[in-house]
């Protein structure tokens, strides 16, 4: 990209642009300078001066097999030969009608055997909260309008998926607005509400063996099947929200896996297409599918869709997408990955006690906490933005990724060789020493 043309467009997305979870009085004064990313390939991303960095957030916990995947590059250029979009309202497509298929083939048999796709991890949600609250109404309990949740959650920003949130910043403006929510610091305390309370929950939401937006904070060990079990002794339907930790991050395709859990609803997005296009899917059972059938008359129907609802540009690279799995024996090629990230998080910490406190990993991804002093356990004032400055010095050693205000994130692609996660970690070292001082 030459001067003139990075100046121009710099200019114009100054003036015209709104980027997400951005204060954009800071984005556009004069000395800040957007990074452009023009191309990637692997875990590798490159920007406008044709600078490399390593991919350490998976484009915002999207790629999973690297950008420019042959097979998946190869599986959308043939789906452009046939047609890039198909209203699934009244017709049917190829890719998708074997995408579904193809899902329900990853739980045990009887179990989830209904997919309704839509566009992202937000509408996901949303598909699972309306789909409960109808299955309560026709199955003669319209008593149950309410959701349970757990503080610090993160569900999506529309309005349904705000609303079941547990994070203030994201949620408290817009509350009064949506779905009456009870939130709960874990399951122990959700076991003590009175049967008054939880006859009148349609269903409960997590986000299974770890809180993304919360800081990767870990749920402890089986608290996710103590869940499934409270759930079925009170007729409360499951949700879990696995658009982050779905497909591979947690070391096996899902982290529902790990404790033996079948949900009610599984929600997916992100690396549901290895990041490439935006598709999202909501999973579930027979039972609850059948509670929709019946005469047109008597409108049980789902009335619910998206224009874009099955689309098949998204659903021809998720399944090439799947297929790398299977053919690249990417699960098992993961953990001695992360058995690697173990090791080198706890060398990073060691490496500045002072600096590094709590270090939280879950399969491939990891969150690590920045202290002023960790031995006091005092932060560092959150408006002084360390974790954003860390990452920005992480740049300059070749690391892209994002912090949750002081939590240094890493989630790379599952594809990252083991010199490459040397790489990344060196990175945030070098991040860490030039923002908080040497160690």
Request: net charge negative.
């Amino acid at each position: 990209m030459v001067p003139d043309d990075l100046a121009r467009l710099t200019a114009w997305d100054k003036s015209h642009a709104w980027h997400p979870f951005t204060q954009m009085q800071d984005w556009t004064a004069p000395e800040h300078q957007p990074l452009f990313i023009t191309h990637g390939e692997g875990v590798w991303l490159v920007d406008h001066a044709g600078r490399r960095y390593l991919d350490g957030n998976s484009t915002i916990w999207t790629n999973l097999h690297g950008h420019r995947h042959p097979h998946l590059d190869a599986a959308l250029r043939e789906q452009l030969g046939k047609i890039a979009h198909v209203s699934a309202l009244g017709f049917s497509n190829e890719p998708a009608t074997r995408l579904a298929k193809a899902l329900v083939e990853l739980w045990p048999e009887g179990t989830l055997s209904r997919v309704f796709f839509s566009d992202d991890g937000s509408t996901a949600i949303e598909c699972a909260v309306k789909m409960a609250l109808q299955y309560h109404q026709l199955a003669g309990h319209p008593e149950r309008v309410g959701f349970a949740a757990f503080e610090n959650a993160y569900h999506g920003d529309t309005m349904a998926a705000a609303t079941l949130g547990g994070i203030g910043t994201f949620a408290d403006r817009f509350r009064r607005f949506g779905l009456t929510t009870h939130h709960f610091p874990g399951l122990a305390e959700l076991e003590q509400v009175p049967s008054a309370l939880s006859d009148t929950l349609a269903a409960v939401i997590i986000e299974p063996l770890i809180q993304g937006s919360a800081g990767m904070q870990t749920w402890p060990a089986g608290m996710l099947a103590g869940l499934r079990r409270w759930c079925d002794g009170r007729g409360v339907l499951l949700i879990c929200d696995e658009v982050m930790t779905g497909f591979g991050r947690t070391g096996r395709m899902f982290a529902c896996e790990h404790e033996g859990v079948v949900p009610d609803f599984l929600c997916l997005a992100k690396g549901l297409t290895g990041g490439y296009l935006p598709l999202a899917a909501t999973l579930t059972t027979e039972r609850i599918y059948g509670a929709f059938l019946g005469r047109y008359e008597e409108l049980k129907t789902f009335f619910y869709g998206h224009s874009y609802t099955g689309n098949p540009l998204g659903c021809a690279v998720a399944l090439a997408s799947l297929e790398v799995f299977k053919t690249g024996h990417t699960l098992a090629r993961l953990q001695p990955k992360i058995e690697l990230m173990r090791q080198l998080l706890e060398e990073l910490a060691a490496r500045h006690p002072r600096h590094v406190g709590a270090v939280r990993q879950c399969g491939l991804i990891a969150g690590i906490d920045l202290m002023e002093n960790a031995a006091e356990a005092r932060a560092f004032p959150w408006q002084e933005q360390t974790g954003a400055r860390v990452c920005l010095a992480a740049r300059a050693a070749g690391l892209l990724t994002r912090p949750i205000r002081d939590t240094l994130v890493l989630l790379p692609p599952l594809c990252i060789t083991e010199e490459e996660l040397k790489l990344a970690v060196s990175a945030l070292s070098h991040g860490i020493t030039s923002v908080c001082g040497a160690a």
